[in-house]
T-cell receptor
């Protein structure tokens, strides 16, 4: 089983739609979780950290479900500019120097 | 601040050639990392460093070498290029380890080995 698994997509949604991605992780002791955004042929950039209580940043909401070992990202009122690949990233407790990156979920928002 | 910078942006190598990918950061970060990203794959850690003079292997170190003589610079050396090293290479840095740490990435170097 991969340490971090994501549906590669693509998710094709119209502007204004709500879309959600899930990501599962295998190490139950993992402590830190993030969503990074990567535009085509660009570097990854931090979108948001994922806290145990869930957190929201504008149109973006991240949730953590420890019992089922997954994190989610919800995007409301999708914009064309949200088109990108969203990387699920986990910091396993066993080695906090390193991050484990998922392969990403591609989102395409169309007019 | 320029953040994390990488040179070159793109390079074509012949099999067996050598090259150094440059990475520099001006944020006074202790931690620096080298990743490679193959199409449809997640980022794989090649090497990382927790401070000047200290480096350690990541998940895929074979065929690469690194050094960290200063806080700012973390070059990646390919000694004998092979087609399997065709990839996009990202350098990243972070201030400290710990929960909730953010990594800042450079713009990447695209390497093609023919």
């Amino acid at each position: 089983r991969k340490e971090v698994e994501q549906d590669p997509g693509p998710f094709n949604v119209p502007e204004g739609a709500t879309v959600a991605f899930n990501c599962t992780y295998s190490n139950s002791a993992s402590q830190s979780f993030f969503w990074y955004r990567q535009d085509c042929r660009k570097e990854p950039k931090l979108l948001m950290s994922v806290y145990s209580s869930g957190n929201e940043d504008g149109r973006f909401t991240a949730q953590l479900n420890r019992a089922s070992q997954y994190i989610s990202l919800l995007i409301r009122d999708s914009k064309l500019s949200d088109s990108a690949t969203y990387l699920c990233v986990v910091n396993p407790l066993y080695n906090t120097d390193k991050l484990i990156f998922g392969t990403g979920t591609r989102l395409q928002v169309f007019p | 601040n320029a953040g994390v910078t990488q040179t070159p942006k793109f390079r074509i190598l012949k099999i067996g050639q050598s090259m150094t990918l440059q990475c520099a950061q001006d944020m006074n970060h202790n931690y620096m990392y080298w990743y490679r990203q193959d199409p449809g794959m997640g980022l794989k850690l090649i090497y990382y460093s927790v401070g000047a003079g200290i480096t350690d292997k990541g998940e895929v170190p074979n065929g690469y070498n690194v050094s960290r003589s200063t806080t700012e610079d973390f070059p990646l050396r390919l000694e004998l290029a092979a087609p399997s090293q065709t990839s996009v290479y990202f350098c990243a840095s972070s201030y400290r380890k710990g929960l909730g740490e953010t990594q800042y990435f450079g713009p990447g170097t695209r390497l093609l080995v023919l």
